[in-house]
């Protein structure tokens, strides 16, 4: 699996759909867009990285770039994630 950077970083804020896989704190998320400052106009997008417990259905804040996966396409590998208080 072949990453690379490919845009500056930002960061987009979303309604985590889906925990698609888990392992320690690094996780696979499918996430439904609700703002960013990214190069990203799709309504839903995945995030990868080590982001920690995260729960379906709660909004998160997540710091990152985007980057295009050979295998998987693209996707938003963030750095850092934090939980959105309503």
Do not use: H
């Amino acid at each position: 699996m072949t990453k690379s950077k490919s845009t500056p970083e930002g960061s987009l804020t979303g309604v985590v759909k889906r925990v698609a896989f888990a392992d320690g704190f690094f996780r696979i998320l499918e996430v439904m867009v609700l703002t960013t400052d990214l190069p990203w106009s799709q309504p839903m997008i995945t995030v990868t990285g080590p982001v920690g417990t995260v729960r379906e259905g709660q909004v998160y804040r997540f710091v990152g770039y985007l980057t295009t996966n050979r295998r998987y396409g693209a996707q938003m590998v963030a750095r850092f994630s934090e939980a959105v208080v309503n």
